[in-house]
């Protein structure tokens, strides 16, 4: 592919920040959502079954069209192929309010997954690229500000339910103020095309082994995640017998921790790396898990949560990150990692319940611990390549060489994504 003749520092910092917007626009989608789910269920008149039948639909559609991002890409240019792809995420956050009914309700989520997915690995790979290009490393920040994002839109949400707002104009307006933030953002990113004689990728394909394995590093982060943000408030009630006040303080507590860790997340990994961050990260997310399940005390396992959200929170950004450099086809690798990482998202919640029913919330936990413990054992996944560049030898000339923690791409070269 080729890149912009123009890539001087000034160019750089623009495109980081404006990508920077374009997460905080896609994570506040989300959290408009979430908070008003409620309401979608008594419009659409589901009881918790069925409601539960129809949150399975966005990432259904999202593990089901993610691997055409790539050939989007490839047909319309890394910024226009985002430009279109996030207008259509920002635009479906009207869609689940207007459905009435069970069936419109999955369709309605089906597609605001769909749009989902497929912006999340057009927007990751335009992240990677920038990182490679800055040489340094700010694909953590990158997800930091999408975790801020999702709170100033749960926030704004929160408000409306409080207010009484109906969901349907709160929606409406939320998706309409999101898709022009979206679009402004986009105009400062980085503009990639394919080379007119390269060669179209297929509309579906399998992800590389490479993909495989960094997912299953982001499936153990995404589990812990979903986890932890879903029961955390129930094992402090339930377990701990705290009250609904502090119980309901956990998983804000746990959401801030994520946002900030992942802000900072970058100088950690400049300085120690992908590998050595990771492993770090899963020994202090698995001294947060034995915390919580061996000390029954309200305030050792609100610690607990915090050192688990701590630990794995910049996890999920280093698989993107070591995906997109794991071979030839990033996008490709790119939208397997996603496809992992939203399935682990959808079945943590219902497993830990599970769990919980057949034995106890602390073995659930025990879980989720053991989990924490794989990221010690499988960091060495995201070593980064070739390993010319981590010698000192001159990388071979190409998208995606990785030099040092974040990679480096000579800011001269046009090469960029090869979906």
């Given at each position: 592919?080729t890149g912009e003749p123009d890539l001087c520092p000034a160019r750089l910092r623009r495109a980081r920040f404006a990508i920077a917007?374009?997460?905080?626009?896609?994570?506040?989608?989300?959290?408009?959502?979430?908070?008003?789910?409620?309401?979608?269920?008594?419009?659409?008149?589901?009881?918790?079954?069925?409601?539960?039948?129809?949150?399975?639909?966005?990432?259904?559609?999202?593990?089901?069209?993610?691997?055409?991002?790539?050939?989007?890409?490839?047909?319309?240019?890394?910024?226009?192929?985002?430009?279109?792809?996030?207008?259509?995420?920002?635009?479906?956050?009207?869609?689940?309010?207007?459905?009435?009914?069970?069936?419109?309700?999955?369709?309605?989520?089906?597609?605001?997954?769909?749009?989902?997915?497929?912006?999340?690995?057009?927007?990751?790979?335009?992240?990677?690229?920038?990182?490679?290009?800055?040489?340094?490393?700010?694909?953590?920040?990158?997800?930091?500000?999408?975790?801020?994002?999702?709170?100033?839109?749960?926030?704004?949400?929160?408000?409306?339910?409080?207010?009484?707002?109906?969901?349907?104009?709160?929606?409406?307006?939320?998706?309409?103020?999101?898709?022009?933030?979206?679009?402004?953002?986009?105009?400062?990113?980085?503009?990639?095309?394919?080379?007119?004689?390269?060669?179209?990728?297929?509309?579906?394909?399998?992800?590389?082994?490479?993909?495989?394995?960094?997912?299953?590093?982001?499936?153990?982060?995404?589990?812990?995640?979903?986890?932890?943000?879903?029961?955390?408030?129930?094992?402090?009630?339930?377990?701990?017998?705290?009250?609904?006040?502090?119980?309901?303080?956990?998983?804000?507590?746990?959401?801030?921790?994520?946002?900030?860790?992942?802000?900072?997340?970058?100088?950690?990994?400049?300085?120690?790396?992908?590998?050595?961050?990771?492993?770090?990260?899963?020994?202090?997310?698995?001294?947060?898990?034995?915390?919580?399940?061996?000390?029954?005390?309200?305030?050792?396992?609100?610690?607990?949560?915090?050192?688990?959200?701590?630990?794995?929170?910049?996890?999920?950004?280093?698989?993107?990150?070591?995906?997109?450099?794991?071979?030839?086809?990033?996008?490709?690798?790119i939208a397997g990692v996603a496809t992992i990482t939203y399935t682990s998202g959808l079945i943590a919640p219902s497993a830990i319940?599970?769990?919980?029913?057949?034995?106890?919330?602390?073995?659930?936990?025990?879980?989720?611990?053991?989990?924490?413990?794989?990221?010690?054992?499988?960091?060495?996944?995201?070593?980064?390549?070739?390993?010319?560049?981590?010698?000192?030898?001159?990388?071979?000339?190409?998208?995606?060489?990785?030099?040092?923690?974040?990679?480096?791409?000579?800011?001269?070269?046009?090469?960029?994504?090869?979906?």
């Open positions: 592919m917007g374009v997460f905080c626009a896609h994570g506040a989608v989300t959290g408009s959502f979430a908070t008003r789910i409620p309401w979608i269920q008594d419009h659409a008149q589901l009881s918790a079954g069925t409601l539960g039948l129809a949150l399975a639909f966005p990432a259904l559609g999202a593990a089901l069209t993610m691997p055409l991002a790539g050939r989007i890409n490839h047909r319309l240019g890394a910024r226009t192929a985002l430009r279109l792809l996030l207008a259509l995420w920002t635009l479906s956050l009207a869609l689940p309010s207007l459905a009435p009914n069970l069936v419109t309700l999955c369709f309605a989520l089906f597609v605001y997954g769909a749009t989902a997915g497929m912006s999340d690995v057009a927007m990751n790979a335009l992240g990677v690229e920038t990182e490679n290009r800055l040489k340094r490393s700010v694909m953590s920040s990158l997800h930091g500000m999408w975790s801020v994002g999702a709170l100033i839109g749960s926030a704004a949400g929160t408000v409306a339910a409080h207010t009484g707002a109906d969901t349907r104009l709160h929606h409406l307006i939320a998706a309409l103020a999101l898709t022009a933030a979206g679009l402004v953002a986009v105009r400062g990113v980085l503009d990639l095309r394919t080379d007119a004689d390269g060669e179209a990728p297929p509309h579906f394909a399998l992800p590389p082994k490479s993909a495989l394995f960094i997912g299953a590093i982001g499936f153990c982060a995404v589990f812990a995640e979903g986890a932890s943000m879903d029961w955390s408030a129930v094992y402090l009630r339930d377990v701990l017998h705290t009250d609904a006040g502090l119980a309901a303080a956990s998983t804000t507590a746990f959401a801030l921790t994520m946002a900030l860790a992942r802000l900072v997340g970058d100088r950690v990994v400049d300085r120690f790396g992908p590998v050595r961050t990771v492993r770090a990260g899963g020994v202090l997310a698995t001294a947060g898990g034995l915390l919580v399940v061996t000390v029954r005390h309200p305030g050792a396992a609100l610690a607990g949560f915090g050192m688990i959200g701590l630990g794995i929170a910049v996890v999920v950004p280093l698989a993107f990150a070591a995906a997109a450099r794991s071979g030839p086809a990033p996008a490709q690798a319940g599970a769990v919980a029913d057949a034995t106890s919330l602390v073995v659930s936990f025990g879980l989720v611990t053991l989990l924490a413990f794989a990221l010690i054992a499988g960091a060495a996944v995201l070593r980064q390549r070739p390993a010319a560049a981590r010698t000192g030898a001159e990388p071979p000339a190409g998208p995606g060489t990785a030099s040092g923690s974040a990679g480096a791409v000579n800011q001269d070269e046009r090469a960029a994504i090869q979906p």
